[in-house]
């Protein structure tokens, strides 16, 4: 505060008034009026009062970048039980923590993901290999294998496995519904007491009947179905994926295959996004992932690349901004909607082939399930903090947020953000497809160079997938 | 610095905002098709539209006025008004500023910390004292018997450094001996760069040395060949170090290069002080030479002097202030001049117009520093020292969270760790010190090699803006909106002139015939092969050739070199 004194003194050296004041900081203005309160705080954001700026926020900004690479510890837990590989992960709807898990060798465990427990076990719910779990409701889980059985079990009846000492006492199915084939996957209808199966045919059931209601199949298709999946918005929509190469939409209304396309590789997991109704995602055994958009199923919306061997599974994130992916490359991938390259890489030396993944249901875990027998547990942001996180702590986060965005395109800094550990194996088999991608470029050009003008036009990458769409 | 920022703010949900329009000055993109780099644009352009609102508002906050000195009526000059009359009429509490201290074993050299609150002095026979001005608290006072030419505080009040006869040694605040710096020999001067936690010294042999304060790395020797250095300044914006020397030239140095940046001819003989203008960014540089002149130089040309005049009672020695006023202590007196009159290009040697005049006896005045955010000049001369009243001449609004005159241990702590973590490992490097500070986090230039030139690389390898301008999709508005937006004010006004050069050029080059076909060809672009531009290249090109032969014919001269004889010259009849 400047106390100004203006006086008109009448002086006998000058004759006009003068106008002279001083500066004078007044002590009380900036010191806490109280001990304990915080320092008051002046700016003045004329630029000439912050010297090297830009040069200090930079440096700030390559500070965030390292701090968020040193707290990137994602891993959490790994739940054990199962004996085979984890086949499939379904979370039980209304529940943050629970996750129900199936294995290869028929077994489904229900794990409490917040206490890290099972909560509870059926160690042969099938004979053979579990290839499909879904939620019938909150209590109520569908399992189907190659057992060629569909199995409707009531987890509200609880079973003690600890205190039974002459043999665990099995939980026993509230309903098993016979098919003539094989099962590979279930899928149950998001309102309805309906289910849709997948084997050589796309079968949908009723609950209460013991054989299916309708068998839908495209006119021309003989190979089996692998996966299949209700659309969470326009619920009598299904899709599924087949071995061979197609994936197919269903509309149970009208009982047909209404649209397939076939691609150039088969694919392996399918999942619709949650915010977006029209979006399907499909992991593909050529190493990618694409999102389609089912209106138009000539080419996909985006290829997301990174993997190094077949994606296993996906699935979204409950934002539908993100999604998980799982691969044969041991690694779980955890990608931005509309990125296509640089996902969050996750990998332990114990972790084998990912065959199945999930998001929770709050968005902030990522669920993998692995040839290994593990269900691990990882953080889907790997340098978020656990735990409560005080306002002058989230300040400063927000704070360096903005700036690793701020500054994402200097060089250093970039680098820093996108640059990740890998496993040698993969950063290998990455190095030699990239050398082989890069051999077969060289070698297309080569070849358009001297072929006439305009007679071999490169093609999108995007307009390779799809190889024709069937309706 | 967000920890200095007392009541934590986080960022609120979107849904709890509330609507708030955007600004009526934010860009509009509509231009761009791809929806999503349009809607991001539109937020970027939003965002800084509403920042730069905000900024406005802050403006309006920073209230306090810096001090005045007018007079009433054009005849009255302000430099008329001695000390005791401006004490006289600004009262008790702000006169305490003034202050004569009578020291023995002078003359004495004075520095002030960043914040303008602690005060260092060093006497040249070995009295070191530094103290906390304002409320007289004494923190350290020691008798170093040698001779000691400078003295500096470190990052703050903690530490500071002196130049004795033979080493640089550091003291602890109480005075306690932290360091002796045994590779700065025979120091002369010091100056300490706080951004980058540098010491800097240059002595009698003529090296000058940077010491990193905070691991103790000497990060660079510059062997200057000029022989003792008695000047030393620095940029605060860049931290670029001036030195002036014995045979007259100042030298600009930076850490990373063993060659001075800029070598100027200043005086003729040495130089005796050199001063930067912190109130322009470092644009103004004063020199004043043993030849008793003073001269004002602009950065960045060299050409020769803005303004020189000569100093009365010979060497003088020269300081900017904060709000750029210049003072000048000269023999028995100091000068001070305000701001536009010392800019403006003068092409005779007379002294700008005073401001303010003070005479001191005790001569030689050796040392003139300016206390920040205050309106107090602290001269060191024989006797001791001598503050005098400069109204106007500190920065009313200071900044707390780079500088707090009132900061207490607790923020002075938080500073210090703070400094740190933004100098880092990497430093702002030492190698980031140049002329322009301003270069990092600007665009790189674009890349000399245009697309046209570089034929054998296939389209698809194409880097996307030579994709894009092949394909003629490039969006070319965008790029001359990001030319002038820009740099500050005066780059744009530099580039506004340039692109207006370029049109006017395009415009009056209409020499010779057939302009209007050649503007059109000098339109199109080069890498776009579009028939009726080739058809119109072949026509020029005929023309041309008829006219040739049309000239050679007149001249008499038959084109012999072109003409190449055929086997069917036979079957020709004759004309």
Redesign the interface.
Known sequence: ?????L?N?P?K?????????????A?ST??PSRTGD????????DP?????A???????A??AAKMERMFAKPFIAALEGHIDAVETLARRPESVTDVASGSWDGEIVLHNIARRVQVMKIPSAHKGKLSGLCWADESRLLSCGVDKSVKMWDIRRPVDTSSSEAGPSELKPSAVFPGKTPFNGVAHHWSDPVFATASNVVQIWDENKNSPVMDITFSTSAESVTSIRFNPSESSILASIGSDRTFTLYDIRTGRAERRIVMKMTSNDLSWSPTFPTSILLASEDHNLYTFDIRKLSQPSQIYKAHVAAVMSCDWSPTGTEFVSGGWDRTVRIWKE?KGTHPEVYHTKRMQRVLSTAFTADARFVLSGSDDGNVRIWKANASEKLGVV???????I??RDSLKER?KM?QEIGKVQRSRHIPKPVYKAAQLKRTMLEAQRVKE?RR??HTRAGESK?TAERKKVVLSEQT | MENLVTKAKTSVPKSLRGYDPPPPGARRHSHITNSKLRIRLDKQAVQSARAQAMVKDAEMLASNEAGKFETEGQMERTWRISQDEIIKVIGAEAAKGRKEMVLEGGPYRVRYTRNGRHMAIVGQTGHVATFDWQTGTMHSEIQLRETCRDVTFLQDQSMYAVAQKKYVFMYDRDGVELHRLKSHLEPTRLEFLPFHWLLASVGLTGFLKYQDTSTGQIVAEHRTKLGACHTLAQNPHSAVLYLGHANGTVTLWTPNMSEPIVRLLTHLGPVNSVSIDSSSCGRYIATAGADGTVKVWDCRNWKGAVREWSSRGGAAQVEWSQRGLLAVASGGTINVHSRPSIYELFTTHVQPPLYLTHPIPHRPLVSLRFCPYQDILTVGHTLGLSSILVPGAGEPNFDSTEADPFEIRRTRREREVKGLLDKAILQIQPDMIVLDPDFIGSLAPQPKTDASSSSSVPFARLPRLARLQTSGKADETELDVDEDDSGSERDSEDAEQKTSLRREEEKKRMRGRNKSVKRYLRKQRKNVIDPKAIAIREKLRKDREARKQARDAANGSAPTAKYKPSVLDRFKRSA
């Open positions: 505060m400047v106390v100004r004194r006086l003194l002086s050296f000058l004759t006009a008034v003068q106008k002279i004041s001083v500066l004078q900081h002590i900036h010191l915080p320092m008051p705080v002046q700016r003045n954001l000439i009062m912050h010297p090297f830009r040069a200090r926020e930079r440096t700030r390559l500070n509309g005080t306002a002058r702590e989230r300040a400063a927000e704070y500054w200097d050009e358009r160079k490169p």
